[in-house]
C-alpha cells in the first residue's frame, strides 16, 4: 500500500519582529560603520544567522570586556543587564541595543516591581541570557524559578507581597502550570500587567498544537540553544505528532525519520530565516512529499523601529533606516 505523502507547513513560523529587528541591526550597522562591529552573545539564538553576520564583518564576543575599547557593540536581542550598560560606557563603547522591545517589556516590570518592595518569582531557564538580563534590573528582588518543580524551593520575604514574571520564549502550557503550583504556595501571588510570553512565541506554538495530531513526524528548523525551537518539538509531542526533531539544516535529516511516514509537519523557531524552511521542502520534495497545506493558526503584522541610536546615525548618513516588519525572507539569503 502507497502512502500518500504530505506536508503540513505552519504559519506563522520562523523570524520575529524582535529577532528580524536584531538582525537588521547588526545589518545596518555594518553598512553604517564599516567591519568590525562586535556582538555581545549571539544576536540571536541561530547557528545560520551567526555564521552568515560572521562573514559580513560582525565579530561575536562572550563579554563586554573583550571589544576594544571605542569600538562598536550591539547587544543580542535577548538584552543584557544594566551593569552590562555601564562595562559598554566605561570602555567607551559605541553601544547599539537590540534587545527586543518585548523583553525590555519585562525588564520594566522588574524595575517597577522591585520599587514597589515585591519579591520577584522569574519564571525561566537558569542561566538563558534572557533570564540573567532580567535578573539584573533587580537582583536583590528576583529569584529564578525553572519550571514547576523547582517551585517548592521558593522563599520569599512577605508571601503578601509576591509577583510573576516570565521569559518570553517559554512554552505557554509549562509557565501557567508553574504560575498554578506558586500560587498553591503563595495564593495572593499577583501576575504582571500583561502576558509576558511573546506573541511570537505563543503563535508559532498554536500552530504546532494544530498540526500535531495529524503529523506523523514533526520537523523543527532551529539551534538548540534557541529556548522558542526547543520547546516548538515539546509542543508537538505533547499534543500528539508520533516524532519530532530539531534541525539546523536540512542535511541533518535522517531518511530513517521517514519510515513509514505519510504526514510530516514543518516549522520554524523564532530566530530562523526562511531560507532554511524553503531547503527543508526542498529536501522532502525531492523524497516524495511535494504537496504542501499551510496550516494558519495567526496573522502576524508587528513593527517595530530600529534603536533609536542606529536610526539616528543612519539618518545623519542618509541611509533609510527602515521599519522591520515580519518578514523572515528578506534577510540572510
Known sequence: MTVEKKVLLAAPRGYCAGVDRAVVTVEKALE????????????????????????????????T??????????????????????EAKARSLKSIDATCPLVTKVHREAVRFADDAYDILLIGHEGHEEVVGTSGEAPDHITI?????????VQVRDPEKVVWLSQTTLSVDETMATVARLRERFPKL??????????????RQLAVKAMAPKTDLMI?????NSSNSVRLVEVA???GARDGHLVDYAEEIDEAWLDGVA?????????????????????????????VE??????ESLLFALPNELRRDLKAAGIAAKTVRHDAATHLH
Open 220 to 224: 523543527v528548523v532551529g539551534s538548540r
Open 145 to 153: 524559578v525553572d519550571g514547576p518543580d523547582d517551585v517548592d524551593n
Open 190 to 203: 499577583e501576575s504582571p500587567p500583561s502576558d509576558d510570553i511573546c506573541y511570537a512565541t505563543q503563535n
Open 294 to 299: 499551510p496550516v494558519i493558526a495567526a496573522e
Open 237 to 239: 509531542l505533547e499534543h
Open 32 to 63: 553604517l560603520y564599516g567591519p568590525p562591529v562586535y556582538v555581545r552573545k549571539q544576536i540571536v539564538h541561530n547557528k545560520h544567522v551567526v555564521s552568515t553576520l560572521e562573514k559580513r564583518g560582525a565579530i561575536f564576543v562572550e563579554e
Open 65 to 86: 570586556d573583550e571589544v576594544p575599547e571605542g569600538a562598536t557593540v550591539v547587544f543580542s536581542a535577548h538584552g543584557v543587564a544594566p551593569v552590562v550598560h555601564e
Open 263 to 291: 504526514t510530516v509537519g514543518v516549522t520554524s523557531g523564532a530566530s530562523v530565516p526562511e531560507v532554511l524552511v524553503r531547503d527543508v521542502l526542498d529536501w522532502l520534495s525531492e523524497r516524495g512529499y511535494d504537496d
